[in-house]
């Protein structure tokens, strides 16, 4: 049974941190493409960033320099340190795991955590 569990979630202030993380199981972890996703109220889901299976990351323009993407193979965790945040970063914050095996795809979602940036 695949899982995607998110913690790390919470208020902070405008200019504070806040770190993310998400545990998964399932699936081949190792060989996974992993993101984290964000929605506010009455907007899409956008992404935030990813890491590839060798370690190469993407940010949106809006994070870049602000928010770092991590993996850590051995504990099966993908984390998202969050930096600088303001009232935009404002939003209920998704794991998303994307595994190909031979010709098939396998995309996965965690359940959610918010992040709320308020004063």
């Known amino acids: 049974q695949v899982q995607l569990v998110e913690s790390g979630g919470g208020l902070v202030q405008p200019g504070g941190s806040l770190r993310l993380s998400c545990v998964a199981s399932?699936?081949?972890?190792?060989?996974?493409?992993m993101a984290w996703y964000r929605q506010a109220p009455g907007k899409q889901r956008e992404l935030v960033a990813g890491i590839s299976s060798s370690g190469t990351t993407n940010y949106a323009d809006s994070v870049q320099g602000r928010f770092t993407i991590s993996r850590d193979n051995a504990k099966n965790t993908v984390s998202l340190q969050m930096n600088s945040l303001n009232t935009e970063d404002t939003s209920v914050y998704y794991c998303y795991a994307k595994v190909q095996i031979l010709v098939r795809v396998y995309e996965y979602w965690g359940q959610g955590t918010q992040v709320t940036v308020s004063s």
């Open positions: 399932g699936f081949s972890f190792s060989r996974s493409y």
